[in-house]
């Protein structure tokens, strides 16, 4: 049974920075793909950072250069590094997980419950 936990939302500054993390457990994290994902009151859901199971990484245009997203195998933690950070970053912010790489797509199998982000 796959389970992703979120955590690390909070509420920030304008420009502020802060790091998200998502526990997994029941299953081999280091070969499953993993994303982040954000959604706002009224708005789709949209992909932020993903990672594959090498470690390569591909950003939404919105947030490169200010997010970096990353992998701890050993750990089982996914983490997503946020900077700069302006009002519109704010959204509960989701970790999703599937063997298959989806890239920015929300075909992910495995989702998280979400953390909020406030700017």
């Known amino acids: 049974h796959v389970q992703l936990v979120e955590s690390g939302g909070d509420s920030v500054q304008d420009g502020g920075s802060l790091r998200l993390s998502c526990a997994v457990s029941?299953?081999?994290?280091?070969?499953?793909?993993m994303a982040w994902f954000r959604q706002a009151p009224g708005k789709e859901r949209e992909g932020v950072a993903t990672i594959d199971d090498n470690g390569y990484a591909e950003y939404a245009d919105s947030v490169k250069g200010r997010f970096t997203i990353s992998k701890d195998n050993s750990e089982g933690i996914l983490s997503l590094q946020m900077g700069s950070l302006k009002p519109e970053d704010t959204a509960t912010y989701y970790c999703?997980?599937?063997?298959?790489?989806?890239?920015?797509?929300?075909?992910?199998?495995?989702w998280g419950h979400g953390t909020q982000v406030t700017v």
């Open positions: 999703a997980a599937d063997p298959q790489w989806w890239h920015l797509m929300a075909n992910y199998n495995h």
């Open positions: 029941g299953y081999h994290y280091s070969w499953y793909c």
